[in-house]
């Protein structure tokens, strides 16, 4: 089992959590409290689950907690188009974070595509048929 930190799509999600905090940090409205709170929230979700599907035991478990990954960066992306919709954030801020997003979420497709086309477990020698 590899670590999940050397994954690529995961320390490229890292790092967009990271930005979200420091963008949502700044809004200090208290109407947009709920959308910084969620923003952030989707945001810390992506590597999260990436790190918790790591640690399944077969290629097809791993790629459904990518998949949740997924979602949660779908949500994220909803959250900064309000974010930017409400004048939260500035236009910068939104273009700059979508584009994150939208990068993280073309290498969790692609990494659940690839798990999708290889053995069923990670590690292990493929199975063969039990004896009759």
């Avoid at 779908?74 to 990068?103: G, K, M, P, W």
């Amino acid at each position: 089992m590899s670590d999940f930190k050397k994954l690529r799509v995961w320390q490229t999600a890292h790092a967009l959590s990271l930005h979200v905090h420091r963008v949502t940090t700044k809004i200090r409205n208290r109407q947009f409290a709920s959308l910084r709170s969620q923003a952030f929230r989707a945001a810390m979700s992506i590597p999260a689950t990436i790190a918790e599907g790591r640690r399944q035991t077969s290629d097809a478990q791993f790629a459904r907690y990518l998949g949740y990954a997924l979602n949660s960066a779908s949500e994220l992306e909803y959250h900064l188009i309000v974010a930017r919709d409400t004048h939260a954030i500035t236009e910068d801020e939104f273009a700059t974070l979508a584009a994150q997003t939208i990068s993280v979420r073309k290498m969790l497709y692609t990494l659940i595509n690839r798990l999708r086309t290889t053995s069923p477990k990670r590690g292990s020698a493929k199975a063969t048929p039990k004896s009759q």
